[in-house]
């Protein structure tokens, strides 16, 4: 299994700003995944995050509002930009391992964020 | 690409009584399936997982699914629930291949268990 840190757990924020979201593994994987959560709906993938190429975005989502970093194997960065209400969300940070790899996903417990 | 369809957006059963969250998926090729559960406060947390061999499937907490390729299906049973059941239930799938792969996730079903 994989144990995945996500910080912040939750936070306030004002519109215009941008917010940070930063996700640790205790584990080298190859691709992570970032997912948002909107209230009272399922999990969109936002983006894959491989390390050492640019991420791979979901219809939908651009780099310029949600930039990802992926420095080494262990870490991932996921940046709301200039928010809005809308992008209140949980978002979440996804790796996927298992015994035959490839066949779980683990999650971390999310980052809420609210924009007001 | 893949798609999921939970039709049940919320569940409501009483204490003791079996309970089906029901799962259709499409895809045009060959994907793993799964059940996550979300407690109300908590993360995702992996149920159960079909990945190949006997088409049923069990979690240690007594619920189990069933893949039924003909049908496109992966319905979650349980058959008799407890108050500690009350939670989010997402299926998901993803293309079976190797090194990870991105999931799709249904819409959820709400199972709220009642005394």
């Known amino acids: 299994s994989a144990v995945i840190s996500q910080k912040p757990s939750r936070d306030i924020c004002q519109r215009g700003t941008s917010l940070t979201i930063q996700c640790q593994v205790d584990?080298?994987?190859?691709?992570m995944f970032w997912y948002r959560q909107q209230p009272g709906q399922s999990l969109t993938l936002i983006a894959t995050a491989n390390q050492g190429s640019e991420a791979t975005y979901e219809s939908g989502f651009v780099i310029d509002k949600f930039p990802i970093s992926r420095p080494n194997l262990t870490f991932s960065t996921l940046t709301v930009s200039n928010m809005s209400p809308e992008d209140s969300s949980i978002y979440l940070c996804?790796?996927?391992?298992?015994?035959?790899?490839?066949?779980?996903?683990?999650f971390g417990q999310g980052t809420r964020l609210t924009v007001v | 690409a893949q798609s999921v369809t939970q039709l049940d957006s919320q569940v409501p059963v009483f204490e003791e009584a079996p309970v089906e969250l029901r799962c259709n998926y499409s895809?045009?090729?060959?994907?793993?399936l799964f059940w996550y559960v979300q407690y109300p406060n908590q993360g995702l947390q992996l149920l159960l997982k079909?990945?190949?061999?006997?088409?049923l499937v069990e979690s240690i907490n007594g619920f189990e699914a069933e893949f039924n390729k003909s049908q496109t299906s992966f319905h979650l049973r349980k058959p008799s629930v407890h108050i500690s059941d009350t939670a989010e239930y997402f299926c998901?799938?993803?293309?079976?291949?190797?090194?990870?792969?991105?999931?799709?996730f249904g819409t959820g079903t709400q199972l709220k268990v009642e005394l």
């Open positions: 079909y990945l190949s061999g006997s088409t």
């Open positions: 996804s790796v996927v391992g298992g015994v035959r790899r490839g066949t779980e996903a683990f």
């Open positions: 584990s080298q994987v190859t691709m």
């Open positions: 998901a799938v993803s293309e079976r291949k190797r090194g990870g792969n991105k999931l799709t």
């Open positions: 895809s045009s090729v060959s994907v793993y």
